[in-house]
């Protein structure tokens, strides 16, 4: 996994002054980040913290009734950690009311409307409390797809983008974000008993490996099965890569002008910043 | 060239905002009057900001732009080089640096290797330069290079075998990749071509870089300058804005090239012909493998 060792102090540095830079640039000075209870969310939490100031840092639980009570207790723990700004809100009201009109609905279509519910409540406490809406998506989970398009997915500033989930947890331990939280089995606690790993059928170790050489490293298929990586992984892998290859983009966009937005109007995020 | 006091301008340029940008070289420019500064480097386009896209066009100068008067006025009392979008007469834009030196721009360099690859897209937006020269100033002779230029040691050798003594490089550098070494991948790889550089072609070589963030990318900062032996002079920090002072001393120049003359040594003319032999190859169409032969 030596690919994949950071050097944590200087990431660390690099990651703070961009949630700062970032921020300060689009004319804020504060973030609002939802908590899980998660070591993703704890650690854009933690980063956001030494980058602006605990005072400037605003944790939303938002559990649904579902959820599990230690995730909730994590969350506590690090806003307590950190002496961030929170609050709660419950989202089983709004969620169970609408699946009132449509009690078929699978766990999917569920999970999927908690994570929008969350992402609304997010966007709505950007604008009441004047942050930007922090991110918590990996780079193993956005190459993968696995998250929820304008759900969790959503956020203005995401420092943990172009991080692998096991390098998250470098990160997060050298952050020293407490022990419980990263060492636990990750869950997106949309059912109960649920695990990504069990989900996924593979652990963040192997596919961070195997991702980082055919993202990073430039590997194509064929080289992985001949480096010895089972060709039913690998292949499974690829696949999801490309089914959620939508999710992180903006919607395409029928060409009829001579300038289309995102092909041939090409601007920087920051311009004008 | 002369003994000079040679600063280095570790700055973080304010995208697409060239007045912004102006000011903030007015005030490192008034500091190194006051440190007694006789040639600040800038680095690659630092009056615009890199990562321009389509506002490549809305920031453009021409070479006579009164926006450039303060700077070509402070220049009577420190020779400066600056990065900025240069719009020819007819229109193309260049990713340039000028030398600023007497109340005058001595010299302009057009980056001629516009890198098109992975996070670059400067092809896109920019015209190519097609003249690496080295230049006579009151300090002494000079080349720039632009960043990707540096990654072509043909470019570096041009330089040298055109007289160089000292080698420019404004840099605009987003960190990349996980490295052995600090910061990043790519930073290493440039410490290791300045310092071959400085000990090849046995000349001082002026890296300087930029820091800051555009679009969540990062430039590394790390400017550095290296003596005509490949060591390291001085180094500006990591990811922080600095202000880097060293001394330039003719006398380390003559002795490494006494010690290690290989630019006395050179072949040019052989250079020469096995070039046109190559180049013959390519103009037959095999520029791959043809040049074997």
Same mark, same amino acid.
């Given at each position: ?273 | ?102 109340? #005058? ?134 990811? #922080? ?53």
């Amino acid at each position: 996994m030596d690919a994949l060792r950071l050097r944590c102090d200087t990431i660390r540095k690099v990651l703070t002054g961009f949630i700062d830079n970032e921020v300060r640039k689009a004319g804020f000075e504060r973030v609002v980040v939802g908590l899980s209870g998660g070591v993703d969310s704890a650690l854009s939490a933690f980063l956001a913290a030494e980058a602006l100031g605990p005072q400037d840092v605003w944790a939303i639980l938002m559990p649904y009734r579902t959820s599990s009570v230690q995730s909730v207790e994590h969350a506590k723990l690090v806003v307590d950690s950190l002496g961030i700004q929170s609050l709660t809100v419950d989202i089983s009201p709004m969620v169970d009311a609408y699946f009132a009109g449509f009690p078929d609905a699978d766990q999917v279509r569920r999970g999927n409307k908690m994570a929008r519910e969350r992402m609304t409540i997010l966007f709505d406490h950007s604008a009441r409390l004047g942050g930007l809406v922090l991110g918590t998506s990996n780079k193993t989970e956005l190459l993968l797809g696995y998250g929820t398009l304008y759900g969790d997915m959503a956020s203005a500033v995401n420092p943990l983008g172009d991080l692998y989930k096991t390098q998250v947890r470098q990160l997060a331990r050298h952050l020293k974000v407490p022990a419980v939280i990263v060492e636990k089995q990750p869950t997106a606690d949309l059912w109960t008993g649920q695990t990504d790993e069990a989900e996924l059928g593979f652990t963040y170790e192997e596919v961070d490996k195997l991702l980082s050489l055919l993202v990073d490293q430039r590997y194509e298929v064929a080289d992985l099965i001949a480096e010895g990586f089972d060709e039913r992984f690998v292949r499974g892998v690829y696949q999801k890569v490309l089914a959620s290859q939508y999710k992180r983009r903006l919607p395409v966009i029928a060409k009829i002008s001579a300038r289309t937005i995102d092909r041939d109007f090409r601007y920087p995020r920051d311009w004008g910043r | 060239m002369r003994r000079l006091r040679l600063a280095v301008a570790q700055i973080a340029p304010v995208l697409g905002d060239v007045e912004k940008n102006l000011a903030l070289h007015e005030k490192v420019a008034h500091e190194a009057i006051s440190r007694s500064v006789n040639l600040l480097v800038f680095p690659e386009l630092s009056l615009t900001g890199y990562f321009l896209k389509d506002q490549v066009p809305s920031v453009a100068l021409t070479d006579r732009a009164p926006a450039l008067d303060i700077l070509r006025n402070l220049s009577n009392r420190v020779a400066m080089v600056i990065g900025f979008v240069e719009e020819t007469p007819g229109h193309h834009f260049h990713n340039a640096a000028a030398y600023l030196e007497g109340g #005058e721009i001595r010299h302009i360099h057009r980056k001629v290797y516009l890198p098109t690859y992975g996070i670059f897209d400067e092809q896109r937006y920019l015209a190519a330069g097609s003249r690496i020269r080295a230049f006579d100033t009151a300090l002494g002779r000079m080349t720039i290079l632009i960043c990707e230029d540096m990654w072509h040691p043909t470019a570096a050798a041009i330089a040298a075998w055109d007289g160089a003594e000292i080698i420019l490089c404004p840099s605009a550098s987003p960190g990349r990749g996980l490295g052995q070494a600090e910061p990043f991948q790519n930073s290493s790889t440039w410490q290791r071509v300045i310092g071959a550089y400085g000990d090849l072609f046995t000349c001082f070589v002026v890296y300087a870089n930029r820091v800051g963030y555009e679009d969540g990318a990062c430039f590394w900062g790390g400017s550095e300058v290296v003596g005509p032996t490949g060591a390291s002079l001085a180094k500006a920090r990591y990811l #922080e804005e600095d202000f880097l002072v060293v001394e330039l001393e003719e006398g380390a120049l003559r002795r490494a090239r006494i010690a290690n003359p290989l630019l006395r040594d050179e072949r040019p003319d052989l250079t020469l012909r096995e070039l046109q032999r190559i180049m013959r190859v390519h103009d037959a169409g095999e520029p791959d493998g043809g040049a074997r032969g």
